[in-house]
């Protein structure tokens, strides 16, 4: 036999009447008075039968919505969790709270094997100073989620103020997530909000969302010479976030030249990165490693042909010439303009802002290179003439540029 809040005798006179009777008892467990709101695990015999007696609340099931519904704004958690948590905790919605808390911390804990393969690229920039960080998660259901979108772009700002991040030199240079993991970052958001570590911000993330969530990388690079550095994002849901990212510093000699229209071509060139994945800035880049495999690789296909060796080898060095335009960015077809190559591009805008103007480095990249998909194998980071992890070399401020598609 159970009572629940339909019962139409009080619990209270439930419990004296027993209280008098002359029949026996096994055990009883009461957490407040019988009067109270909450009897909890309340077991006893009489004669044959036995009467278990769980949780028994005065809230109405009008206010117990209303507290699920809450707390589900709060925390944006699953309503499952949400409904438990207030049980364990009475109805008390703070508690609740802070029990969903704590419950999410060691599930965020048992999820973080997990591959994180999606997720976004946010970027920040000032007038001197831009910085990137990469924020991977499970599914891209997640990194549509708006708490996640603010998470990305707060930790980016945060690693555009962080100390060191103002550096003078002509390559970029990672922020180290010990460091950044360390720092405080005070979030703003209706559902994620007060000052806390990196480290925990993130944590708290992955419980709310449910997957694992991981910071990977950051990098922050500083202007040093007169020019400016543009950036592109692709697949960008808001300004400053994308899956994709192309960055391209340009160098003027004159100081004095129209900024404006270096912006507007770097823009555009950074979005031929996105679109053309170079690897290298010019043919005096490319490593001889590179040029030999990819020439024995050539010469083992024209030799199966059957031609004559003088043929090879004019079949081998002509697509030679074709991979390097393919792979070398100044050699490379404009996107925008088939007709003529990047390197015909910059000489046009020399003549524009009336100085010699000059790409002094770039990179593409993208959300979850390098890392080992269940399944599939990822695209890997593309760097400019070298490559060192997953570090970036090189720099990148100036106009960003979003690709809402």
Not at 74 to 103: G, H, M, Y
Not at 305 to 322: H, L, N, T
Not at 362 to 378: D, H, T
Request: charged share 25%; glycine share 6%; hydrophobic share 40%.
């Amino acid at each position: 036999m159970a009572f629940s809040g339909g019962a139409k005798r009080s619990i209270g006179i439930i419990c004296s009447r027993m209280r008098s009777a002359h029949h026996g008892y096994s055990t009883i467990a009461v957490k407040r008075n019988c009067s109270g709101t909450i009897v909890d695990d309340f077991q006893f015999k009489m004669g044959f039968s036995g009467l278990f007696l769980r949780r028994y609340s005065a809230a109405s099931s009008s206010d117990q919505m209303d507290l699920i519904k809450q707390l589900r704004e709060r925390t944006s958690a699953p309503i499952k969790d949400v409904k438990s948590a207030l049980v364990d905790c009475n109805w008390d919605i703070d508690a609740a709270q802070k029990e969903l808390r704590k419950r999410g911390v060691y599930l965020a804990s048992k999820k973080s094997s997990r591959a994180a393969t999606e997720g976004l690229l946010a970027l920040a920039q000032d007038d001197t100073k831009t910085a990137i960080i990469e924020l991977n998660c499970e599914t891209d259901f997640v990194a549509r989620n708006d708490i996640f979108q603010y998470m990305a772009l707060s930790l980016a700002k945060l690693a555009l103020s962080a100390e060191g991040s103002s550096q003078q030199v002509a390559e970029a240079f990672p922020v180290t997530l010990e460091y950044l993991e360390s720092l405080k970052l005070n979030l703003n958001h209706p559902k994620l909000c007060g000052e806390k570590s990196v480290q925990e911000a993130v944590v708290e993330l992955a419980a709310m969302m449910g997957e694992n969530v991981k910071l990977r990388r950051g990098s922050a690079l500083s202007k040093t010479s007169p020019g400016v550095i543009s950036t592109y994002l692709h697949s960008s849901p808001q300004s400053g976030l994308g899956r994709m990212a192309g960055i391209l510093s340009l160098q003027v000699e004159n100081p004095d030249a129209d900024l404006a229209a270096l912006q507007r071509v770097g823009s555009e060139l950074a979005m031929h990165v996105v679109a053309s994945k170079p690897l290298f800035l010019s043919k005096e880049l490319v490593s001889s490693d590179a040029l030999d495999n990819e020439r024995e690789i050539l010469r083992s296909q024209a030799e199966a042909s059957g031609k004559p060796k003088m043929a090879i080898e004019k079949m081998v060095e002509g697509r030679i010439r074709k991979y390097l335009e393919e792979v070398v960015l100044l050699e490379q077809k404009y996107v925008l303009d088939d007709t003529v190559n990047v390197k015909t591009v910059l000489d046009n805008l020399s003549k524009e802002v009336g100085s010699p103007v000059k790409i002094e480095s770039f990179f593409r990249l993208a959300v979850g290179e390098g890392i080992e998909r269940p399944g599939s194998e990822s695209e890997g980071a593309k760097f400019i003439g070298h490559e060192v992890g997953f570090e970036f070399k090189v720099q990148l401020c100036g106009e960003s540029v979003s690709d809402p598609t």
